[in-house]
């Protein structure tokens, strides 16, 4: 079984910064796109940023040219650098990821959630 486990949310003021972090473990075979969600009460969960196995990213409208998602395929682990952090951006942020099983099928995988609270 392969869990994702997050760390890295908090509290933090309107243009400061946070480092959210997301590692897989258990009996990986092949992680594949690996995501950042986030989710406010009352609404859907809304995708933040994207990244392939390959490297290529996606990023939602709202955080382009502020957040940044990278990937190390060697540890399993994904992370969302957040600069210029506005009020809007406060949520539970979630990990998500495309894990190939060694039967060759894929599960989509979840973490637990982390809070990030931007306020003044």
């Known amino acids: 079984q392969v869990q994702l486990v997050e760390s890295g949310g908090g509290l933090v003021q309107p243009g400061g910064s946070l480092r959210l972090s997301c590692a897989a473990s258990?009996?990986?075979?092949?992680?594949?796109?690996m995501r950042w969600y986030r989710q406010t009460p009352g609404k859907q969960r809304e995708l933040v940023a994207v990244?392939?196995?390959?490297?290529?990213?996606n990023y939602a409208d709202s955080v382009k040219g502020r957040f940044t998602i990278s990937r190390d395929n060697a540890k399993n682990t994904v992370a969302l650098q957040m600069n210029s952090l506005k009020p809007e951006d406060t949520a539970v942020y979630y990990c998500?990821?495309?894990?190939?099983?060694?039967?060759?099928?894929?599960?989509?995988?979840w973490g637990q959630g982390t809070q990030v609270t931007v306020f003044s």
């Open positions: 998500n990821a495309d894990h190939t099983e060694i039967s060759r099928s894929i599960r989509s995988l």
């Open positions: 258990g009996s990986i075979f092949i992680i594949n796109a």
């Open positions: 990244i392939a196995r390959d490297g290529s990213k």
